[in-house]
């Protein structure tokens, strides 16, 4: 509710990385901060790109992206503004190999 997500930007903390490794997204290779998830307090959040860590999972957070860790533990991942590709009539050659 808007009350929580009010709440949880009032306490914004800025988290701090343990290492970082070279991740591959579109666009080209990134350096990718690594969190362990659970040294992540509530209110945190993380830009992308970054990789959260848990004992279960792995959470990938992609350039643009934005992980904030709600009061309940949980990671809500917010969608930046992504650059638009533009549709044309123009072939794509290696589009039309593989899906033809």
Known sequence: DA????????TKKVAMPGES????????????????????QSGSEIEGPAILLDTIS?????????ALITAG???KISVGDCATV??????????LSIFS
């Open 73 to 75: 533990g949980d990671v």
């Open 21 to 40: 490794v070279s991740v591959f997204f579109e666009g080209g290779r990134r350096e990718t901060a690594i969190y362990a998830l659970s040294e992540l």
């Open 3 to 10: 009350a929580t997500a009010d709440s949880a930007r009032a």
């Open 58 to 66: 792995t959470i990938l957070v992609e350039p643009g992206c934005t």
């Open 86 to 95: 533009k549709i044309t009539a123009q072939l794509d050659l290696v589009q």
